[in-house]
């Protein structure tokens, strides 16, 4: 049935990975446009023509690229690794639903693409009250959320059926992640759609005069946070399974890697608060337990850390690397589907620590609200996670059209890595710095009348500009290089899973029983929200009219 030998995939899964893939590309490419035009504005070095706003671009340039390319690469990616890793090709049932999301979430995102292109939707990508959008905005968001629930819920339907026909077997490892990290997903976006359905829409049709801002931002960050590992855990489940696989090597632990996704899973979502440290209205106490949670979440990246290390230390010395060190000239440097992610991971540990920092309450009164935020989230989100994800492309794609990915494209995503790394240096380094100077984020350029602070800001911008249009260059060089693996050479390319090295430790059958979890997964919810949001409600203060930029 539509089984294509040449790829070892069913015609009709592979049509719905590409058309994610190619969706989440599309959006990147857009965003990267916006984002070029506002760094320029922001480094004084051009005016927007024909009335575009800064913050118009600015929504649009997060909304596409932090929200829309992320979770269509994100569903592509793992609808291919659950067919893969469950026997070739996914249930038909599975199918429809990831067609299902992918027409819902397709809607919304043009739907809300139109809006902000018709500055009726100027809120940014967190979309925070009492900046107002127009309720259409909301809908799309709505339809953006609800789309990717049924994906999801493919996911989780072809899972289970696996199970039913495979009792007692240990799930592959790919699947479940993919399951541990859709769950997050559910869970954490319950809060933004109550959010959304319940204090948005009514307030932006006008039934309801005010919203109640601490609390729409509280459902905000609930959601907010976990959204940041719903990037990061595809990039793991790249580091984890597919780069042992791509080096010639196996997988340090399969359950060292499980044991870190169910610890995401627990400690991803109550930890919102630690976006709100600086915000009034929220009694001390809160802060500090979800302080105390975030800190708990750093764990698992610390012991990914170790995994991968170990991965790269244990294959080195296999084929005969000598020394401390030895084992990184074993890695191999001039394939790009170990270059891309690599060079994510080794930026992630800058990124990770600037976390560690903003996480610490004192220090986030330092940094909140200026531009080494900014500067955070763009070595997180868009330097470790988005060349992770390049770094999947150039298999994934020759792998769903029956392709092979030449020498010469190699060269070209190393060049393309290499591009992205030195404009984010630039344009992060600025950020990370200017930040600590005190230069706002979320700000078109303004001289603040010439104050000297302010003075001393205006390099820092400039360099932020040319960073930006370096990956700029980055993007463009990008999307070239997708039509080329798009009509590269016919042949095989395998999908790299990898498998487990023999000294592991068996991997224990508790971490599939998602019941125990999500029980205690609800629990800590309830630990560091009830309260806090019980107050929020009960002693609402003065709510707030709409503000329209
Ligand atoms: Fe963050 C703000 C805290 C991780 C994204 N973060 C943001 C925002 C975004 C974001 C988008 O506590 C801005 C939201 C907005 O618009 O307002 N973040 C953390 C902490 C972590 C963290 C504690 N963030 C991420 C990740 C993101 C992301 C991941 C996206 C993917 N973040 C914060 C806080 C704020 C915040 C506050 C609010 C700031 C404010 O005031 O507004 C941790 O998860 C980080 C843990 C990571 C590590 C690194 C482990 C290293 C690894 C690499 C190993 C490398 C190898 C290769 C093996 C501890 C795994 C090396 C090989 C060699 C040969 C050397
Ligand atoms: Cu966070």
């Not at 990717?148 to 495979?166: D, P």
């Not at 632990?253 to 919102?272: E, K």
């Not at 125990?516 to 009830?530: C, D, E, K, R, T």
């Amino acid at each position: 049935m539509g089984m294509d030998t040449a790829k070892g995939f069913d015609r009709r899964d592979t049509s719905l990975v590409l058309a994610h893939i190619l969706f989440a590309f599309g959006a990147l490419l857009i965003g990267g446009i916006a984002g070029l035009l506002q760094g320029l504005v922001r480094g004084g070095m051009i005016k927007l023509p024909y009335e575009i706003g800064y913050y118009q671009l600015l929504t649009a340039h997060g909304v596409l690229m932090a929200l829309i390319f992320t979770t269509y690469f994100i569903i592509g990616f793992m609808y291919s690794g659950v067919a893969k890793s469950l026997g070739g090709y996914l249930l038909p049932i599975s199918r429809k639903l990831g067609w299902l999301g992918f027409g819902l979430m397709s809607t919304g995102t043009i739907v809300a693409t139109i809006l902000i292109l018709l500055n009726k939707a100027t809120v940014l990508y967190t979309f925070y009250a009492p900046l107002k959008a127009s309720p259409w905005f909301y809908v799309a968001l709505v339809f953006v959320v609800v789309g990717s629930w049924m994906s999801g819920f493919g996911i989780f339907i072809n899972y289970r059926y696996w199970k039913k026909v495979n009792q007692g077997k240990t799930t592959p490892i790919f699947t479940f992640m993919a399951v541990a990290t859709m769950m997050m997903w559910i869970i954490a976006t319950l809060g933004v759609a109550i959010e959304v359905l319940f204090q948005l829409i009514p307030w932006s049709f006008g039934w309801v005069e005010t919203v109640n801002v601490v609390l729409s931002r509280t459902l905000f960050w609930y959601f907010g946070h976990p959204l940041v590992y719903f990037w990061l855990l595809p990039a793991y489940m790249c580091w984890y399974v597919i780069i042992p696989k791509v080096i010639g090597g196996k997988m340090f632990s399969d359950a060292l890697a499980r044991l870190s996704f169910i610890m995401f899973l627990l400690f991803s979502i109550p930890v919102g608060l630690h976006h709100q440290l600086m915000e009034p209205g929220i009694t001390n106490v809160w802060k500090y337990v979800q302080v105390v949670l975030t800190f708990m979440v750093i764990i698992p990246s610390l012991m990914t850390a170790f995994s991968l290390f170990a991965t790269f230390e244990q294959h080195g010395r296999s084929v005969g690397a000598k020394g401390l060190f030895g084992w990184l000239k074993k890695l191999p440097w001039n394939d790009v589907r170990f270059f891309a992610p690599f060079m994510g991971m080794l930026i992630f540990i800058p990124a990770g620590a600037g976390g560690i920092v903003n996480a610490s309450h004192e220090l986030n009164a330092v940094v909140h609200n200026t531009l080494w935020v900014t500067g955070h989230f763009h070595l997180t989100v868009a330097t470790s996670v988005a060349l992770t994800f390049f770094g999947v492309t150039y298999w994934l794609i020759p792998a769903m059209t029956g392709r092979v990915l030449t020498p010469k494209m190699h060269r070209l995503g190393i060049i393309q890595t290499l591009i992205w790394v030195v404009g984010m240096f630039f344009m992060s380094g600025s950020m990370h710095t200017v930040g600590l100077l005190g230069s706002p984020r979320r700000t078109a350029f303004t001289t603040y009348q010439d104050h000297p602070d302010a003075v001393l800001w205006m390099p820092y911008h400039v360099a932020m500009a040319i960073g930006g249009m370096i990956l700029f260059i980055g993007v463009i060089l990008m999307i070239v290089n997708i039509v080329m693996l798009l009509n590269a050479p016919k042949g095989y390319t395998e999908y790299p899973l990898a498998e487990v090295s023999e000294k592991a430790e068996q991997t224990p059958a508790i971490f599939e029983r998602w019941g125990v979890w999500v029980g205690i997964v609800v629990v800590l919810i309830l630990v560091a929200y009830a309260m806090p949001v019980t107050e929020m409600i009960t002693n609402p203060g003065v709510g707030s009219k709409g503000f329209v930029t």
